[in-house]
């Protein structure tokens, strides 16, 4: 696997991960 796209990959799980659990948080309060 090519490094570029898996740091690109990782990049966009973390950003959705944070977007979700930020989106999350707003709804719990």
């Given at each position: ?15 959705l991960l944070m ?11």
């Open positions: 696997m090519d490094t570029d796209l898996k740091l690109a990959l990782t990049t966009t799980i973390v950003a977007i979700s659990a930020f989106s999350f948080t707003a709804i719990l309060h």
